[in-house]
C-alpha cells in the first residue's frame, strides 16, 4: 500500500506544480504580449520553449512512479 500511495503522490505532486507553472508563465507571456505586442512572436516562441521544460518535470513524477510501481 505504501508504494501506491508514493505512487500516487508522485504524480499527483507533479501534475499539481506543472499546472501552477504552466498557469503563470502563460499568464505572465499574455500581459508581456499585451504590453508590447510587436514582442508577441518572440515571447511566444520561449513560452512554448518554458511549457516544454515544465513538462518534462510532470513526465519525469510520471517516470517516478512508474519505477515505484514497479518496484513492489
Known amino acids: 500500500m505504501g ?4 505512487a500516487g503522490l508522485a504524480v499527483s505532486i507533479a501534475g499539481i506544480g506543472g499546472g501552477i507553472g504552466m498557469g503563470i508563465a502563460g499568464g505572465k507571456a499574455f500581459e508581456a ?3 508590447q ?5 518572440d515571447v ?3 513560452l512554448f520553449i518554458t511549457l516544454a521544460f515544465i513538462e518534462t518535470l510532470t513526465i519525469y513524477g510520471l517516470l ?3 519505477m515505484l510501481v ?3
Open 3 to 6: 508504494v501506491a500511495l508514493g
Open 33 to 35: 504580449i499585451a504590453r
Open 37 to 41: 505586442p510587436e514582442v508577441g512572436g
Open 44 to 46: 511566444r516562441t520561449l
Open 64 to 66: 517516478i512512479a512508474f
Open 70 to 72: 514497479g518496484k513492489a
